[in-house]
């Protein structure tokens, strides 16, 4: 199956940019996960954790995010956050 | 003519304030490049932000119920000059050029008839528009206190300015800035910040059913605040960046004409001091020859 392309942008620089398998993204009205070819939906977020999956499986990676917003398209998912830590 | 002592001094206080500029060339070279890295790695963020904003914009219906910082106030009475100069000098004609393009602005805004109002972010800016616009200064936003401005500064503006325009206080905001093209090129640079200027061209991009969640009104309430953070954010960093740029152009002249000065001042040293010294022994023969 096709890899999801994640961007996490924060105002200071381009913070990752890989191919993962999902990403649980914390909306505003509740948590999502993103796998590839996921609908397109744009989404504010919480302020969370947001959960990466690097492979199906494997280990989850947490980054807590402040402020922001997370937008799906066709090339994949951009969470933008003001904060990162 | 100068006695030798005084060109001797004047030469030695010359070199000193080639070691100062000389000094100051090189730390800004250094500031230049972090500037440079931080001004490139925050345009992902800004590029993605306006392609969204744009995207959200032509989607939403502007009403009188909606955002003053996206609709304005419906009126182009009052504008707000937002400008961004740097803290510190030595860096030649940097913030004199963006003063110079914010008065021309307020010139042309007068003319029409409108009101204009200062919203001062850094010192180096105010003595000038004080003396030309007394008492339209709207506020200074201080940035000495911190060593490079950041988010945290651009956040603190943006609120300030979101809550003057809901006070009514201004209708229009334009923001004015030295763009960064080359450690010698400065541009002095407009932007419309209030009401957001939405780019034509990016709006057709993302087409097809795009969720909302929540639905559109709300996320642009909640981008709209953030958009100007970062618009503001960048506006600082190319700034920044300028300043620096500007720093380093300015000192290296600056060096090099103390070095011009002190090669012709050490010239002058040296023939006054063959004169002096073939004076003497003029004086010398003349004296054997008359015994």
Do not use: W
């Amino acid at each position: 199956m096709a890899n999801l392309h994640f961007e996490l942008v924060t105002p200071e620089k381009l913070v990752r940019s890989d191919d993962v398998f999902m990403v649980v993204v914390p909306g505003t009205e509740g948590d999502f996960g993103v796998l590839a070819n996921h609908a397109p939906v744009m989404s504010t977020i919480r302020d969370a954790d947001l959960v990466i999956y690097a492979t199906e499986g494997g280990a989850p990676e947490t980054i807590s995010v402040r402020g922001g917003f997370a937008e799906v398209n066709d090339k994949g998912l951009t969470v933008l956050a003001e904060a990162i830590s | 003519m100068a006695s030798l002592k005084e060109l001797k001094d004047r030469i030695a206080s010359v070199k000193s304030t080639q070691k100062i500029t000389k000094a100051k060339k090189m730390v800004a070279a250094a500031k230049l490049r972090r500037a440079q890295m931080a001004a490139e790695a925050a345009r992902p963020y800004a590029s993605q932000m306006e392609k969204v904003m744009a995207s959200l914009a032509s989607k939403v219906s502007i009403d009188e119920n909606s955002s003053k910082l996206l609709a304005g106030t419906g009126k182009l009475d009052t504008h707000l000059l937002v400008v961004a100069t740097s803290d510190r000098g030595l860096c030649g004609a940097f913030n004199a050029n963006i003063v110079k393009e914010a008065r021309l602005k307020a010139e042309k805004l007068l003319a029409e008839g409108h009101k204009v109002l200062f919203y001062m972010v850094g010192r180096k800016g105010i003595p000038i528009i004080k003396r030309f616009y007394p008492g339209q200064i709207l506020k200074h936003f201080d940035t000495s206190t911190v060593k490079a401005p950041g988010y945290e500064e651009a956040k603190a503006i943006a609120a300030d300015l979101t809550a003057l325009v809901e006070e009514g206080k201004f209708d229009v905001a334009h923001l004015f800035y030295g763009k960064f093209k080359s450690a010698l090129v400065q541009e002095p640079t407009v932007q419309q910040i209030i009401p957001i200027a939405v780019q034509d061209g990016a709006i057709a991009e993302s087409e097809g059913a795009v969720d909302y969640e929540p639905d559109e009104e709300e996320i642009l309430a909640a981008l709209l605040p953030r958009n100007l953070t970062t618009q503001i954010f960048g506006a600082l960093l190319e700034n920044n960046a300028s300043e620096q740029g500007a720093s380093m152009t300015a000192m290296d002249n600056a060096t090099r004409n103390a070095g011009d000065l002190i090669d012709n001042l050490t010239i002058v040293y040296n023939r006054s001091r063959q004169a002096a010294i073939t004076t003497e022994l003029i004086e010398i023969i003349a004296g054997a020859e008359a015994l």
